[in-house]
């Protein structure tokens, strides 16, 4: 018996692991669901894709089994790399976003106001008053 099923398996290129339940239904009918999950996919609504359930006699599934899932399969494979491709591309967006902001930050320093001077002009002087050993009221420092 030739059924070809791993060649027709191989022919619909998708990317991550396909999984495949069979379970028998009433009146000799088979329940197959397809489920195609990526875990390269780092995007959570991934979870949010059903598996793609098929009902039918053994025959009927021979049938219209290849033609009902190849492309919806190759849909969702397609999806799950784009959401992938989106996700390495908002990382780096926000990353340049956080370089650009920083950088921009520090070239957007504001001139100093009149008050900050006279806080500079004031440390300056303290720190000069103190190297010459007295404090900011006159009288000499002990140092130890």
């Given at each position: 018996?030739?059924?070809?099923?791993?060649?027709?398996?191989?022919?619909?290129?998708?990317t991550g692991v396909l999984q495949?339940?069979?379970?028998?239904?009433?009146?000799?009918?088979?329940?197959?669901?397809?489920?195609?999950?990526?875990?390269?996919?780092?995007?959570?609504?991934?979870?949010?894709?059903?598996?793609?359930?098929?009902?039918?006699?053994?025959?009927?599934?021979?049938?219209?089994?290849?033609?009902?899932?190849?492309?919806?399969?190759?849909?969702?494979?397609?999806?799950?790399?784009?959401?992938?491709?989106?996700?390495?591309?908002?990382?780096?967006?926000?990353?340049?976003?956080?370089?650009?902001?920083?950088?921009?930050?520090?070239?957007?320093?504001?001139?100093?106001?009149e008050k900050d001077k006279k806080?500079?002009?004031?440390?300056?002087?303290?720190?000069?008053?103190?190297?010459?050993?007295?404090?900011?009221?006159?009288?000499?420092?002990?140092?130890?």
């Open positions: 018996m030739n059924t070809n099923f791993f060649n027709q398996i191989q022919t619909l290129d998708f495949l339940n069979i379970s028998k239904g009433a009146e000799n009918n088979l329940i197959v669901s397809v489920l195609l999950n990526n875990e390269q996919c780092g995007d959570n609504a991934k979870k949010l894709i059903p598996p793609l359930t098929l009902r039918g006699t053994a025959e009927e599934l021979d049938n219209g089994f290849w033609q009902q899932i190849t492309t919806p399969i190759q849909k969702i494979s397609g999806l799950m790399v784009d959401m992938e491709k989106f996700q390495k591309q908002l990382e780096e967006v926000k990353k340049q976003s956080a370089i650009h902001k920083a950088n921009s930050d520090k070239t957007k320093a504001a001139p100093p106001t806080y500079r002009d004031a440390l300056l002087k303290s720190e000069e008053l103190e190297k010459q050993g007295t404090s900011k009221s006159g009288r000499p420092q002990i140092i130890l």
